[in-house]
């Protein structure tokens, strides 16, 4: 009933090939972006802000970009965390080094320095495949890691090794640093998530993302119809990387506002980036979004629900959330192995019947 | 609909929070992950000392304290979600116990106005009250025990070490390398080699760290170390038979679970510590009769007396100083963060004041004034006693070198200033 497509006639090949080609589809999108855009910020505080919507957002566009890597390339990766430390450290080089150029510009510019570095690292890709990619892009996670803690000119030489964001303003208005407003953080943070949302929705609909999923699904049929593999999947961790890096960015900038590099970007980040791609579904730039909400948003939920409401010892909370996070993750790749997008997916298709299935 | 479930769920809970009237202090304390081992016992001594002054006496000056704990895992995200969560209940002062979370919340808590006391950890240039307007690191901070532990091994070797090798094992974060620069400092005067040994988050692996301690026999070990790391390279020390007497932790090396488990051999390791040691105090008579007995103890209630309990006591017993000094100064009882602030900055301790609270002789005199937010920088070395099983002070307390430390903390403080265009106070 809702997901009609019956009487939804498309007259040109714009109608036809927009992202949204259902009507209720499209208007649910547009409401979500007017939601987002017009009313949560007049709602957030300090709380909401910081431990619900910018990890959230932040992730969320961590998660496109690994999931062009690994879901639409099949490139599989696990230096995420790395090449996150990368776009934070690039941030944080260009916020000191040219204070007087708008944060916006430095967060993207510090997506090219990752998408480089992302590059550089993908070559071994060309020759290696599959489990060998990942212990190489492991090798990535931790020479990065150590290559941040060892020189002491990317943290210009603190004392403790640390990085922090100075106050940087955009349109007047502060979005790192103290004294940053909430919605302020939100709004900077929600532009850069639709913008890569929209951008990798649309690559991935492309050429590039045919491409992608040709060297994926098999790598020499592809070279056979003519996909050049070098350009093809450097391609993707270039872009990958892009993604990734203004992750990194946001995350150093505008979320914590001080970074150590081992703790923040340790492999552990590489796995829950990865998690939320694969609970999320790989391929699917909604279940990059839904990945991502799952692992922020759960914990965070099941912490308020059970020190908050029930008022548990904080330990045995804690312990009980790794228990619940992790039981959950398996019961959804059992029972779902292509991750909440599919249930999405489902969903859907059964909202087209739906009253009358038959 | 996740997030409308979300939502309801938060604002049951945000509804739920208890009235703001009381004296809030939250603890950001760590049960879990490979910090838990020290997590543990400093959350339980900062508890149970709170709940003894509302069993016993009804709060302080007739408030009631209200407790909230916020599990961190020793992780600076969730130490921010803490923050944030708690903030907004009126917290007085934050007790992070992390140096990573202290470097996050030294701009957000100068921003809000809630004061942090960051003792015997965090940034050490914060001593400069004149910057740090709303950071306290009393009685002694990393560099005061970079010193005292030179100082230490100066002693031994009867006030000469030049040509000697000392070398610093340590945590490889802000919090380990925060003594490097005193080190430094302290090396060009004395005329000993520094040796540099970095270990990475968690700390369990350390074997090519004490391989090269080994090949090289340093004179002097110096560890900065904290959770799992100690009790590994406690456990390597022993392994490679290295003289435990020449092995000195700092305070947050110093505890009995990073010694037990390396055995008997791991008799006469040295730690640094800036209170006393053990529970031979009246205090703990009120803590049995009045927390335990009464089932109110926190945790399992078996750290009763273990170096770390009586740390985060004792960091609670300041806390609680510099509750009573702000309600004396402001002469309200129910005081807020900004009046709490007050309190510490003109905190007093004297023997007379811990001897009539039960703790007498239990760490060193010192005084807050707005330019010194870190007090005077005394530290005294315990020893571990494998036997008894107890770590015991073989020093007196004595100062650190301030003719050393005092200009790098104004350097630091000053850099500081400057980034963030700090106007000095106090003036």
Redesign the interface.
């Given at each position: 009933m809702f997901y009609r497509e019956a009487g939804d006639f498309k007259t040109s090949y714009v109608e036809d090939g927009q992202t949204f080609p259902i009507k209720f589809d499209r208007f649910r999108y547009y409401a979500v972006l007017i939601a987002a855009f017009a009313v949560v910020p007049f709602f957030v505080n300090d709380y909401w802000v910081n431990a619900v919507f910018l990890p959230f957002l932040i992730y969320s566009i961590a998660a496109i970009g690994l999931n062009i890597l690994v879901g639409y390339c099949g490139q599989v990766s696990l230096g995420t965390g790395g090449f996150m430390a990368v776009g934070a450290y690039a941030c944080y080089k260009l916020m000191t080094a040219f204070p007087d150029v708008n944060i916006l510009f430095h967060v993207i510019l510090s997506g090219g320095v990752t998408a480089a570095v992302c590059v550089l690292f993908g070559l071994p890709s060309l020759r290696i495949k599959g489990f060998y990619l990942a212990v190489a892009t492991l090798a990535a996670q931790f020479f990065l890691v150590w290559l941040f803690n060892r020189v002491g000119w990317f943290y210009n030489y603190s004392a403790s090794g640390q990085i922090n964001a100075p106050e940087r303003t955009v349109f007047g208005v502060p979005v790192t640093g103290a004294e940053t407003a909430p919605w302020a953080a939100y709004l900077f943070c929600l532009v850069f998530t639709v913008v890569c949302a929209i951008l990798a929705r649309n690559l991935t609909r492309g050429m590039a993302g045919r491409k992608w999923m040709a060297i994926r699904d098999m790598d020499i049929a592809a070279e056979i119809i003519g996909v050049n593999p070098l350009r093809a999947k450097l391609t993707a961790f270039m872009i990958s990387g892009f993604f990734v890096g203004i992750a990194g960015a946001l995350f150093f900038a505008v979320y914590l506002g001080a970074v150590e590099v081992g703790e923040v970007f340790g492999i552990n980040k590489s796995f829950l980036v990865l998690f939320m791609v694969i609970i999320g579904g790989l391929g699917s730039i909604f279940g990059s979004f839904a990945g991502a909400a799952f692992l922020v948003l759960l914990p965070v939920l099941l912490k308020n629900v059970l020190v908050g409401t029930l008022g548990w010892p904080t330990d045995l909370a804690a312990h009980l959330e790794f228990v619940i996070v992790g039981g959950l993750i398996v019961i959804f790749l059992i029972a779902e192995p292509h991750g909440l997008a599919q249930l999405w997916r489902v969903a859907k298709e059964k909202l087209r019947l739906w009253p009358f299935p038959h | 609909m996740?997030?409308t479930i979300?939502g309801a769920?938060?604002a049951?809970?945000m509804a739920?929070a208890p009235a703001l009237a009381d004296l809030t202090i939250v603890d950001t304390?760590y049960?879990?992950g490979p910090y838990?081992a020290n997590g543990?016992p400093f959350s339980d001594g900062y508890q149970d000392y709170f709940t003894l002054l509302n069993q016993r006496d009804g709060g302080i000056g007739g408030e009631m304290i209200n407790l909230v704990?916020?599990?961190t895992?020793y992780?600076?995200?969730k130490g921010?979600?803490c923050y944030?969560?708690t903030?907004?209940e009126g917290a007085l002062v934050y007790q992070p116990l992390s140096?990573?979370i202290t470097?996050?919340l030294i701009?957000?808590a100068?921003?809000d106005g809630i004061p942090l006391h960051t003792m015997g950890y965090g940034?050490t240039s914060a001593k400069n009250g004149k910057v740090f307007e709303w950071v306290f690191n009393y009685p002694a901070n990393y560099w005061d025990g970079a010193s005292h532990a030179v100082t230490h091994i100066l002693d031994q070797n009867d006030g000469d070490i030049s040509g000697k090798t000392i070398a610093l094992v340590y945590h490889?974060?802000?919090y380990g390398?925060?003594p490097?620069?005193t080190l430094e400092g302290l090396a060009e005067k004395h005329g000993f080699d520094l040796t540099l040994l970095?270990v990475?988050?968690p700390g369990q692996e350390q074997k090519s760290q004490w391989l090269q301690i080994r090949r090289e026999k340093p004179d002097n070990v110096i560890m900065w170390g904290w959770g799992v790391m100690n009790q590994v390279a406690i456990q390597e020390a022993v392994n490679i038979r290295y003289p435990m007497e020449n092995f000195i932790g700092v305070w947050w090396s110093g505890s009995e679970n990073d010694v037990k488990a390396a055995g008997d051999r791991a008799d006469g390791y040295k730690a640094l510590t800036f209170h006393n040691i053990g529970s031979d105090y009246p205090l703990y008579a009120d803590i049995q009769t009045h927390v335990v007995e009464t089932g109110n103890a926190a945790?399992a209630g078996d750290q009763i007396g273990s170096v770390l309990y009586n740390r985060g006591m004792y960091a609670a017993m300041l806390a609680a100083e510099a509750i009573k000094t702000a309600q004396e100064i402001h002469g309200t009882a129910a005081i807020n963060a900004a009046q709490m602030r007050d309190g510490m900055e003109n905190l007093e301790i004297t023997e007379e004041k811990m001897a009539a609270l039960g703790l007498p002789n239990f760490g060193p005199e010192f005084k807050v004034s707005c330019e010194n937010h870190g007090g005077n920088g005394f530290g005294a070395v315990s020893q571990w006693d494998a036997e008894a099983g107890e770590f015991t002070l073989i020093t007196e307390y004595f100062q650190s070198d301030q003719e050393v430390l005092a200009p790098l903390v104004a350097e630091?403080s000053q850099a500081f200033a400057e980034?963030?265009d700090i106007e000095m106070r106090c003036n």
């Open positions: - | 996740k997030k979300f769920a938060v049951a809970v739920a304390s049960r879990t838990a543990i704990e916020c599990e895992g992780n600076t995200e921010v979600e944030e969560a903030k907004g140096t990573g470097y996050q701009p957000k100068t921003a940034r490889n974060s802000a390398k925060e490097i620069r970095p990475d988050h945790g630091d980034e963030n």
